[in-house]
């Protein structure tokens, strides 16, 4: 990805914010949005943005899980499959 083209100062998404949004439909770039030649926002079509979000939070319950692991806690899965066939099955709650 060249973010070199991605870069636009706040006046041209003012004055192309409709042609902005019709590109998204076609290519999912990213803006970078300047303000006195500083970075200052992104712009992102909403489907890649959820993408992104999830991704997000598939890794923070990876990362959680490493951490677990590190801290000793987990069972192997001999014993866990052993402990969920062993448990009564709960009484189902639909009529």
Request: charged share 30%; no cysteine.
């Amino acid at each position: 990805m060249n973010l070199s083209n991605q870069i636009k100062p706040l006046s041209y998404l003012k004055s192309n914010a409709a042609e902005i949004i019709r590109d998204f439909a076609d290519k999912e770039d990213t803006l970078i949005i300047t303000q006195n030649g500083e970075a200052k926002m992104v712009v992102m079509d909403i489907a890649k943005y959820q993408r992104q979000q999830d991704t997000l939070t598939m890794l923070k319950i990876l990362a959680l899980g490493a951490k677990e692991i590190e801290a000793g806690k987990f069972q192997d899965s001999e014993n866990f499959f052993k402990e969920l066939n062993d448990e009564e099955p709960s009484e189902s709650k639909l009529p």
